[in-house]
């Protein structure tokens, strides 16, 4: 059983800063890919960062230069710095985890409010 636990979230305004994190656990590939979405009200769950076990990193448009994805080592623990925040952020960002052998697994979400 893959599960996954997020923290962090919360309410900001415009121009401030969250950290994100999540741990996932159970059974899963050394090899594997976390990462976090997103869905704002009204809209489609979107893409906003991934990061491989090795290290590589990628990034929807507008989060590069204000996000920043890291891992801790070996460990399936992710965090997303999110700098600069806009209204257009706000939304409940999930965290996602997906390997060969389990397939993708996702987070119950996380609230990020962005005040103006």
């Known amino acids: 059983q893959v599960q996954l636990v997020e923290s962090g979230g919360g309410l900001v305004q415009v121009g401030g800063s969250l950290r994100l994190s999540c741990t996932a656990s159970?059974?899963?590939?050394?090899?594997?890919?976390m990462g976090w979405y997103r869905q704002a009200p009204g809209k489609q769950r979107e893409f906003v960062a991934v990061i491989l076990t090795g290290g590589t990193t990628d990034y929807e448009a507008s989060a590069k230069g204000r996000f920043t994805i890291t891992r801790d080592g070996s460990k399936n623990t992710i965090h997303l710095q999110m700098n600069n925040l806009r209204s257009d952020d706000t939304a409940i960002y999930y965290c996602?985890?997906?390997?060969?052998?389990?397939?993708?697994?996702w987070g119950q979400g996380i609230q990020v409010t962005v005040s103006s």
């Open positions: 159970g059974n899963i590939d050394d090899q594997n890919i």
């Open positions: 996602t985890v997906r390997a060969i052998s389990i397939g993708t697994h």
